[in-house]
């Protein structure tokens, strides 16, 4: 079975850091996903990521895929508090299956 | 667009109790899935079907879980006895499935959560 790992698990901020939040994966995928999730509320989709050297950007966030270390990266820039939320990554199997990461519940502090 | 629909929203019972869930994919959406999230955790996939047909239920425990897609269309997911450990939230999720391609993605219901007492 795939396994993904995020990290950290928690990550506190202050408004106007940068910071990276990173997701790994066990075993050969070529699709990864990245989802919002507010408190008590269900998955927005955030990222949609198809291919090796992939970088999708919207806002103060960023995602980048490498296949090869099987490594996708949720960089925050210059973050504000609206952005604090739990963000998981999701990684495709082969039978379009999603195999989710533990999340990683980001607060961002004035 | 309407979104994916689930009711009930939340749900509480005894440990032993039945339950089920409905869920309403986006229409056109020929797969859907049902996912275990337990507090803190990521979501897990239950049972993902295509069309009106199980494609993966590796992780569903049979011995007390069972879901159905009569139709092709909506979905319901029973437990029946509930467990303690059976409290999450489930999530139902759908996409185009093989018609989208690689772009496969997936877009979630609101959530029911499951309180067993």
């Known amino acids: 079975e795939l396994k993904v790992e995020q990290n950290p698990l928690f990550l506190s901020m202050q408004e106007g850091k940068n910071y990276t939040i990173y997701c790994n994966y066990s075993t050969t995928s070529d699709r990864l996903y990245w989802y919002r999730q507010d408190p008590g509320k269900s998955l927005e989709s955030l990222f949609v990521?198809?291919?090796?050297?992939a970088v999708k950007q919207e806002g103060r966030l960023m995602a980048s895929l490498d296949t090869k270390a099987r490594l996708s990266t949720l960089h925050i820039t210059a973050a504000v508090h609206d952005l604090s939320a739990t963000y998981f990554c999701a990684v495709g199997g082969t039978g379009n299956q999603f195999y989710f990461g533990t999340g990683t519940s980001l607060t961002v502090i004035p | 667009e309407a979104g994916v629909a689930q009711s009930p929203r939340y749900k509480i019972i005894e440990k032993r109790q039945s339950v089920a869930f409905w869920c309403n994919p986006i229409s056109g959406h020929a797969t859907l899935y049902w996912y275990q999230q337990i507090l803190g955790q990521g979501p897990k996939l239950l049972i993902q079907f295509q069309n009106n047909g199980v494609v993966d239920d590796s992780q569903l425990p049979k011995d007390r879980f069972s879901a159905e897609r009569l139709k092709g269309v909506d979905s319901t997911l029973k437990i029946q006895p509930a467990k303690l450990e059976d409290s999450a939230v489930y999530l139902c999720a759908s996409s185009l499935g093989r018609l989208a391609g690689p772009y496969n993605e997936q877009f979630f219901g609101p959530g029911t959560r499951l309180t067993v007492l």
């Open positions: 990521l198809l291919s090796n050297g």
